[in-house]
């Protein structure tokens, strides 16, 4: 569901455009996006609204598919302090999991996966973890 290298504990971020910025840089670094895909999740948020903030405390940031993307993937950033993304009934955030996919069915599969474990408790569990191997064992990675 998630390599070691696509999470990122203890990440600093003021504002909800910075978080996602954090976890798409994830994927620009693993070479499944190019910034502007990151550009597209942050846009897809300002005209739609924090539709992206799932459950509290947690955000699938994601966009389109685009030319912007080069393979499905995800990432997860456990922010250091939560940030206000503008839902009323899930805010703070705390845990961001960005996704990118080629089409609108090839995530779906692992998207699918990633709900059934974010059950209250994981959630609680997820947003404590101060490293890595933590969110691997929780998630069972």
Request: glycine share 4%.
């Given at each position: 569901?998630l390599?070691?290298?696509?999470?990122?504990t203890?990440?600093?971020?003021?504002?909800?455009?910075?978080?996602?910025?954090?976890?798409g840089?994830?994927?620009?670094?693993?070479?499944s996006?190019?910034?502007?895909?990151?550009?597209?999740m942050?846009a897809a948020?300002?005209?739609?609204?924090?539709?992206?903030?799932?459950?509290?405390?947690?955000?699938?940031?994601?966009?389109?598919?685009?030319?912007?993307?080069?393979?499905a993937?995800?990432?997860?950033v456990?922010?250091?302090?939560?940030?206000?993304?503008?839902?009323?009934?899930?805010?703070p955030?705390?845990?961001?999991?960005?996704?990118?996919?080629t089409?609108?069915?090839?995530h779906?599969?692992?998207?699918?996966?990633?709900?059934?474990?974010?059950?209250?408790?994981?959630?609680?569990?997820?947003?404590?973890v101060?490293?890595?191997?933590?969110?691997?064992?929780?998630?069972g990675?």
């Amino acid at each position: 569901m998630l390599e070691a290298s696509h999470i990122r504990t203890g990440v600093k971020a003021k504002t909800w455009k910075e978080a996602i910025k954090a976890a798409g840089e994830v994927l620009v670094e693993a070479c499944s996006c190019t910034t502007e895909y990151i550009h597209a999740m942050i846009a897809a948020v300002e005209e739609l609204g924090p539709y992206i903030v799932i459950t509290p405390h947690v955000a699938l940031a994601h966009a389109r598919p685009s030319p912007a993307i080069n393979q499905a993937d995800m990432s997860l950033v456990v922010l250091d302090e939560a940030v206000e993304f503008g839902s009323e009934a899930n805010d703070p955030v705390k845990l961001v999991f960005a996704f990118c996919a080629t089409d609108d069915a090839s995530h779906l599969q692992q998207l699918s996966k990633l709900a059934e474990k974010l059950n209250p408790e994981t959630i609680n569990r997820l947003s404590e973890v101060e490293a890595v191997e933590e969110v691997i064992e929780i998630l069972g990675c």
